[in-house]
């Protein structure tokens, strides 16, 4: 049909010049320019980065209500008189397109922390599960928080900026769990051969010894506790967490 009106216009401009002053000229070829304009704005909105909040901005934008679905035909749309909203509608699939970006890099990453699980390894005296040290995680992790910091200063971030700040927070709570569990559990590991291990410091030390028991049966629990939920995200976003280990830490 594009390519119809785009001859019919070619037509109309090859007409005689005492043509072209006839009101009836004018009309036609105003109708005809408005045809191509509309055509050309239907086209733009075939992009596939097109969501229904688009087509409700474009209701908004046009003052015309009608449903979007596959019933949805060519004269539906012509009747939103498109060509008199040519700049809303660039602007709109302007906007889409690097959305569907935005988009695109929010699915892979849920994709990602959904499947994603810590590992442990037991204790060589006691088996208490300790996490296992994991490089691609923290790479992983690392790249994603930069993703997400690149998508929050984009311009056109504002209908993904909830979801975007959401996993910010989720992701730097995990970034410093993680840092916090590895300290925690490297000073127990350490402390554990000390105090549990040696009968002889225990006598020599009582009273360190006693205090460590309590960060023995603390972070125990909190190891034990940490196995039931394997995935990382749920793992570390757990509420009061970071507290219980900066507690243990600080004794």
Known sequence: MDLECKKFAREIRNLDKEVRAWDAFSGLDSKVKNMLTALKAVAELQNPSIRERHWNQLMQVTGVRFVMDSDTTLAD??????????DEV????????????????????????????????PHPRTNI???????ELIEILEDNQVQLQNLITSKYIAFFLEEVSIWQRKLSTMDSVISLWFEVQHTWSHLESIFIGSEDIRAELPEDSK???????????????????????????????????????SR
């Open 77 to 86: 749309l012509l009747k939103l008189n498109l060509h008199n909203f040519e």
């Open 90 to 121: 660039r602007g709109i699939v302007d906007k889409a397109v690097p959305e569907m970006s935005m988009e695109k890099v929010l699915k892979e990453l849920k994709m990602t922390w959904s499947t994603m699980e810590f590992q442990y390894e």
């Open 129 to 135: 599960p300790l996490l296992k040290s994991d490089e």
């Open 211 to 249: 205090r460590f028991e309590g960060i023995d049966v603390d972070f125990k629990e909190l190891a034990y506790e940490a196995q039931k939920t394997p995935n990382v995200v749920e793992a570390t976003n757990k509420p009061g967490l970071s507290q219980q280990l900066e507690d243990i830490q």
